[in-house]
Nanobody
Framework: QVQLVESGGGLVQPGGSLRLSCAASGSIFSVDGMGWYRQAPGKERELIADITSGDNTKYADSVKGRFTIFMDNAKNTVYLQMNSLKPEDTAVYYC???????????????WGQGTQVTVSS
């Protein structure tokens, strides 16, 4: 029904920047919110940033002031601008989208395939 395609990951040096993108496509739907999660080896997946269709945002304390989430509503695409990257940011980053269809009684959520971000000197 809904497919998410992530891009923008890679290898960067400490202090560098990356921009992750996540585009949702498929059947006609309405986006209620999108978020970015990350999972490092041996750790559980954690919420990094979230944005609603009304542009309300929230961030994990570990990334506040360094990461920015924003959305292009027309393209159903969410971005994560990551600045001042640290080795501790190394993880697989996953996009999540919350959607609903007209006339439905509830919503659904979908995950992207994940993209590797490695911060190393």
């Amino acid at each position: 029904q809904v497919q998410l395609v992530e891009s923008g990951g890679g290898l960067v040096q400490p202090g560098g920047s990356l921009r992750l993108s996540c585009a949702a496509s498929g059947s006609i739907f309405s986006v209620d919110g999108m978020g970015w999660y990350r999972q490092a080896p041996g750790k559980e997946r954690e919420l990094i940033a979230d944005i609603t269709s009304g542009d309300n945002t929230k961030y994990a304390d570990s990334v506040k002031g360094r990461f920015t989430i924003f959305m292009d509503n027309a393209k159903n695409t969410v971005y994560l601008q990551m600045n001042s990257l640290k080795p501790e940011d190394t993880a697989v980053y996953y996009c999540n989208v919350r959607v609903h269809w007209s006339g439905s009684s509830g919503g659904w959520h979908y995950w992207g395939q994940g993209t590797q971000v490695t911060v190393s000197s």
